[in-house]
């Protein structure tokens, strides 16, 4: 079945301190791997993408992502968080054949000042 | 207890006719954004919706689109005139406030001829 798994719920990061939240997902054929960011009162926001090319990703407000087939793995990082990155972050692969999004739970990012 | 239902599933129609796509939220949900994914893309956030208000259309069309979300009954996102570049899959979510987790549903593909 196909799924999306972030193993954590929560992470607290100091400001400036670097960042890596993990995403992990099962899927048949090579996905399509996103992830998203939700502050509060908003939608979900685009921070990058991958369909093929390149493993390494860049994406907005300074964040990347790499790509790890053997791992089936699609990890976000940042090098030096800003206490305005707090907020709720989602790993996504799809669409499948059906249209059909999978989201992972989620994993909310707090910041110590 | 059901999740976000979006209909229909599919929806096909002729250049210059009308789309209306159907969200019922989660129950106890009052807050219901709509997304579109365009092939290949991402989501992209259109509109944020609460009950009889709307939060933030930054992200819709200037011209044909609407979205309401009445006291009663479904949020309905209104398509008029359609384009074949309005071809797309629409995304639904809903959550209990602007600082909880959405829930998706499964989309409305819409297909123009």
């Known amino acids: 079945a196909q799924s999306v798994t972030q193993p954590d719920i929560h992470i607290t990061v100091s400001e400036g301190a670097s960042l890596e939240l993990r995403c992990n997902y099962s899927?048949?054929?090579?996905?399509?791997l996103f992830w998203y960011v939700q502050s509060p009162g908003q939608g979900l926001q685009l921070l990058l993408k991958y369909f093929s090319g390149d493993t390494l990703v860049q994406g907005i407000k300074g964040f990347e992502a790499e790509f790890k087939r053997s791992q089936s793995s699609f990890n976000l990082r940042k090098p030096s968080v800003h206490w305005s990155d707090a907020a709720e972050y989602f790993c996504a692969v799809g669409p499948n054949r059906d249209d059909k999004i999978i989201f992972g739970k989620g994993t909310r990012l707090h910041i110590l000042p | 207890n059901a999740g976000v239902m979006q209909n229909p599933r599919h929806l096909v129609r002729r250049r210059g006719q009308e789309a209306r796509l159907r969200c019922s939220p989660m129950k106890g949900h009052s807050h219901v954004y709509w997304y579109r994914q365009l092939p290949e893309e991402g989501l992209k956030f259109m509109v944020y919706l609460q009950k009889e208000n709307i939060i933030d259309e930054s992200g819709m069309p200037k011209e044909r689109f609407s979205a309401e979300f009445p006291k009663e009954g479904p949020s309905i996102l209104r398509i008029q005139q359609v384009v074949r570049g309005d071809s797309a899959a629409y995304f639904c979510?809903?959550?209990?406030?602007?600082?909880?987790?959405?829930?998706f549903g499964d989309g409305t593909r819409l297909s123009i001829l």
């Open positions: 899927y048949g054929a090579t996905p399509y």
């Open positions: 979510a809903s959550s209990a406030d602007n600082n909880q987790p959405q829930h």
